[in-house]
């Protein structure tokens, strides 16, 4: 009978899957690949997938006995109201020190990594959040050029620089202490997407360090992924929603941390209200100058589109085919 001590396990990985069968392979293999001088465990859970992923994590729990630990569902746990799947069956099952997260479309393409990562957490106790930089690969083409970088130069981010961030962070390139998940506040549990109140949660405990290496790739366009199926059905009404249960969220880490990172939270909800309304296309609100300060950190492209559909709709919709196409 072969195992791994689970005293001397430094890091958990904790990836998220549903109908990834195209790319969880790779996914696996990306984390088998890390050279580092600790043990460390994959936790994968599979939300009853019906494309052959479960078969696949069967697969490789029977190769990597040791490393790879697949809770494969029988009936889809995010259908039934569970938003934030990782605290609710990934988290209890963790061993390390360290979590590490990736999704199971994502990959990472580094393989010192982990390594590297942990090595700054043991260094800097105080360190909460340790990220990085992240390629971005479209599906169906080529990696592209393009990053989420949301920084210039490795640095140390602050707690309100977390809670208050013009751009996101890269869930593939996030690693915390396990000590941080314990205990889940209301707002991980109310939250209706599993990364942001983990930032939220390490900026109420600590700091984070930026390393301005892409060590990972996101996925854009996976059919199924969070954010497609949130542009589907009535996408205004989604929004509306989504709006209103982040307020909730920023309210809940307002109170749970004594009004602390105030300013910050409150900063981040009226961005997260004005990208509902960028989304939506409601141009008197994209352009009050209430949210002047959030329309300037669009990128360029985003707000000349913006101004072509505002200033000429038919215009914009030969530009729109010409330039973004079916990836727009």
């Known amino acids: 009978m072969s195992g791994v001590d689970g005293s001397k396990i430094m890091a958990s990985i904790s990836c998220l899957t549903f109908n990834h069968g195209a790319y969880i392979r790779q996914a696996l293999d990306s984390f088998l690949m890390q050279k580092t001088n600790f043990e460390y ?11 052959g992923t479960g078969e696949i994590l069967r697969e490789y729990g029977e190769k990597y006995p040791d490393k790879v630990k697949p809770l494969i569902q029988r009936s889809n746990q995010y259908s039934q109201g569970i938003d934030n799947i990782s605290g609710a069956f990934n988290f209890p099952r963790v061993r390390g020190k360290y979590i590490f997260m990736c999704d199971g479309d994502d990959y990472w393409i580094s393989p ?54 013009p751009s996101g962070y890269a869930m593939s390139s996030m690693a915390f202490p396990s000590r941080l998940v314990k205990e889940l506040p209301d707002y991980y549990v109310d939250c209706p997407v599993g990364d942001t109140p983990l930032q939220m949660m390490a900026a109420a405990q600590g700091y984070c360090y930026y390393m301005d290496e892409p060590m990972s790739a996101y996925r854009v366009g996976v059919a199924g992924s969070w954010t497609s199926e949130g542009k ?65 950190e669009l990128t360029a492209r985003t707000r000349f589109f913006i101004q072509a559909e505002r200033c000429a709709p038919g215009a914009y919709g030969l530009l729109r085919r010409m330039f973004l196409g079916k990836n727009g």
């Not at 105030?262 to 609100?285: C, D, G, I, L, P």
Request: glycine share 4%.
């Open 41 to 51: 465990e994959i936790l994968v859970h599979d939300d009853a997938s019906t494309d």
């Open 232 to 296: 589907s059905g009535d996408y205004a009404r989604k929004q509306q929603i989504y709006w209103e249960r982040m307020k909730k969220v920023y309210e809940e880490f307002d109170a749970a941390t004594e009004g602390r990172l105030r300013q910050a939270a409150e900063s981040a909800a009226k961005r997260t209200y004005y990208h509902t309304m960028v989304n939506t296309r409601q141009f008197k609100e994209i352009m009050n100058p209430e949210y002047r300060r959030y329309y300037k």
């Open 112 to 165: 010192d990594k982990m390594q590297k990562q942990v090595d700054y957490l043991e260094a800097h106790p105080d360190c909460t959040l340790c990220i990085h930089s992240a390629e971005i690969e479209l599906v169906g083409k080529a990696l592209t050029e393009k990053k989420m970088r949301p920084y210039r130069g490795n640095r140390v981010i602050t707690p309100e620089e977390i809670v208050d961030k």
